[in-house]
């Protein structure tokens, strides 16, 4: 029997972890911003410029928080519960291993035949 990957019954529980994918994505940018403003923090010597990035630090603190705690509160994080995250992180695994099998495009791809006219035919006359 040949699988429909297409077909919406076979992405039951895709659009939550989509999000919990993209969400971790995030939090992971967002805390790479953190290290390159701390980082950069220790390179200026310009009063108003670290201000501006002591500033930037806490507000990029403050979403790495706030991304953390949707991420706990939604059960896609577990930073506390190693057990719980190893097994959430060897599922994700499992998903992205299923995925890379599915037969996602037909074996010949191959256009010809679903066009009404021969690829070197052109409305209104011959190529010169």
Same mark, same amino acid.
């Given at each position: 029997?040949?699988?429909?990957?297409?077909?919406?019954?076979?992405?039951?529980?895709?659009?939550?972890?989509?999000?919990?994918?993209?969400?971790?994505?995030?939090?992971?940018?967002?805390?790479?911003?953190?290290?390159?403003?701390?980082?950069?923090?220790?390179?200026?010597?310009?009063?108003?410029?670290?201000a501006l990035l002591?500033?930037?630090?806490?507000?990029? +603190?403050?979403?790495?928080?706030?991304?953390? =705690?949707?991420?706990? !509160? %939604?059960?896609? #994080?577990?930073? $506390?519960?190693?057990g719980?995250?190893?097994?959430?992180?060897?599922?994700?695994?499992?998903?992205?291993?299923? +995925?890379?099998?599915?037969?996602?495009?037909? =074996?010949?791809?191959? !256009? %010809?035949?679903? #066009?009404?006219? $021969?690829?070197?035919?052109?409305?209104?006359?011959?190529?010169?």
């Amino acid at each position: 029997m040949k699988m429909d990957y297409v077909d919406p019954a076979n992405s039951l529980n895709m659009p939550e972890m989509a999000d919990m994918t993209f969400a971790m994505d995030f939090l992971i940018r967002a805390k790479e911003g953190v290290r390159n403003i701390a980082t950069a923090l220790t390179e200026t010597v310009s009063p108003d410029a670290r201000a501006l990035l002591r500033k930037q630090l806490h507000q990029g +603190i403050a979403l790495h928080q706030e991304i953390t =705690e949707l991420m706990v !509160r %939604k059960k896609w #994080f577990h930073p $506390t519960e190693l057990g719980e995250q190893f097994q959430l992180d060897m599922l994700s695994a499992d998903n992205t291993v299923a +995925i890379s099998k599915q037969k996602l495009f037909p =074996e010949d791809t191959s !256009r %010809k035949g679903m #066009f009404d006219r $021969t690829p070197d035919e052109h409305r209104g006359g011959s190529q010169a």
